[in-house]
């Protein structure tokens, strides 16, 4: 069992920075999770946005160069440093834990968080 709460979102220029945390409160061991970033539009297919796995990192190709996934064991926290965000990154941002593959075309995972909004404004 796993809860997940994400905080950071907000409202921001074209061009600026949003970081997003992810507390993930688990019984189990954190640091064997594979946790992930997704987003999603109001109608649209929810897409993974950045994944992190126990050695390696994947991002969608839209953000590569612009984001970077972290995670903290200890504190079992998730990170999304968000760099030069454009209007079309607007979304509701999503951390999940336990993706069913990890990457981001994983097709779900077993515990989500509600969500953060990201608005960018030209």
């Known amino acids: 069992q796993a809860q997940l709460v994400e905080s950071g979102g907000g409202s921001v220029q074209a061009g600026g920075s949003l970081r997003l945390s992810c507390g993930v409160a688990?019984?189990?061991?954190?640091?064997?999770?594979?946790l992930g970033w997704f987003r999603q539009l109001p109608g649209k297919e929810r897409e993974g946005v950045a994944v992190?796995?126990?050695?390696?990192?994947t991002y969608a190709d839209s953000v590569k160069g612009r984001f970077t996934i972290s995670r903290d064991d200890v504190k079992k926290l998730l990170y999304l440093q968000m760099n030069n965000l454009k209007p079309e990154d607007t979304a509701m941002y999503s951390c999940?834990?336990?993706?069913?593959?990890?990457?981001?075309?994983?097709?779900?995972?077993?515990?989500w968080g509600e969500g953060t909004q990201v608005t960018v404004s030209s």
């Open positions: 999940a834990a336990a993706l069913l593959e990890c990457s981001v075309y994983t097709r779900g995972a077993r515990y």
């Open positions: 688990s019984r189990y061991t954190y640091s064997t999770y594979c």
């Open positions: 992190i796995g126990y050695d390696r990192t």
